[in-house]
């Protein structure tokens, strides 16, 4: 199993420069004030397919060998992965197998659909996507790329970290959502190479609290029955991204509904960009006062800006 390293961060910045934005880092004086820290946000919103997803695609889609491009890749996702592999593979003129739930969103089903990304519809149990992923693959030969489990992938990720420190330098503190924990690992791989002194907090729903309890048991627990409006992390930590999660990861706290909610809102207002539940977990946690953050230089990477507009929370 290999654990990427900081090194395949630049490799991957390198290779996906041509196809990925470079996305910006804004501030806000209004919630500055209001958290007495000085915020910079990576709006990871304004990446192709809306989310930081893109990166570790399309690092994964162009690391491929040709012989192993031309047989195409595939994966199971129903979310944001699922649009980030289906677009990349187009860029390279290779076929993306996306096997989705049934009961995936209409507006997912069609992003994939409008990205090229050739769709095998299951049932919507774990075990049925993994099933029919592996016919999929038996079928195709394409190569399969997990959507945080994976080196080039995290990699990927790590490189929206490396372009904030590159443009506004060190940082005391960095935040960031975990889910699966591939932005969060590809981050920290950034964090304490380019910024040796900046500690690294991962930020997860209390009502989808996994990772918090792999982190502080020091052993991975599933994640079961999560409830929680940050749709983007449901899902359990990656063997991979546990690594080195262990190894450079500072702490993990849990956000409430309410702050998460509080948050996402406040980004609206403030800033005026849309970001989803998920972003606006890092920032709910300053406000819940899980991160301090008062005199402090603080990163926090908005992760995506894919919802659905008429279920707003608020």
């Known amino acids: 199993m290999k654990i990427p390293e900081f090194g395949d961060v630049v490799a991957a910045h390198a290779r996906i420069a041509p196809y990925v934005h470079r996305t910006p880092l804004y501030s806000s004086e209004s919630i500055n004030a209001i958290t007495g820290g000085e915020l910079f946000f990576k709006c990871e919103n304004f990446q192709k397919v809306g989310a930081f997803k893109f990166r570790g695609a399309c690092n994964a889609v162009f690391s491929l060998s040709e012989e192993e491009a031309a047989r195409g890749v595939a994966t199971h996702s ?60 038996a079928q195709t030969g394409a190569a399969i790329v997990h959507p945080y489990d994976n080196a080039w992938v995290i990699a990927g990720q790590g490189t929206a970290a490396k372009e904030m420190i590159e443009d506004a330098g060190s940082f005391d503190l960095i935040l960031a959502p975990v889910g699966g924990g591939g932005l969060l690992s590809g981050t920290a791989l950034s964090a304490k190479a ?54 450079k990861v500072d702490d ?3 956000v409430s509904e309410e702050k998460i909610i509080e948050a996402m809102r406040l980004v609206w ?5 849309i970001i ?39």
């Open 194 to 247: 380019l910024s040796p002194g900046c500690r690294v907090i991962a930020t997860e729903p209390a009502g989808a609290d996994d990772a918090f309890r792999s982190f502080h048991a020091g052993k991975i627990f599933p994640s079961e029955n999560p409830v929680t409006i940050a749709d983007g992390l449901l899902t359990s930590l990656g063997q991979r991204n546990f690594a080195i999660i262990m190894d």
């Open 276 to 314: 989803e539940p998920s972003s606006a977990v890092p920032l709910g946690a300053i406000l819940e006062g899980k991160a301090e953050v008062a005199g402090l230089k603080t990163g926090i990477i908005l992760s995506g800006g894919n919802l659905d507009l008429g279920k707003l929370p608020f």
């Open 252 to 254: 993990i706290v849990i």
């Open 269 to 273: 207002e403030r800033m005026k960009i």
């Open 78 to 137: 129903s979310g944001n992965h699922a649009a980030a592999l289906a677009l990349a593979a187009r860029m390279r003129g290779i076929p993306a197998y996306i096997v989705m739930p049934r009961t995936a969103p209409e507006i997912k089903k069609k992003a994939v659909a409008g990205y090229g990304g050739i769709i095998t519809y299951c049932e919507p149990t774990l075990q049925a996507r993994e099933e029919t992923l592996a016919g999929v693959v």
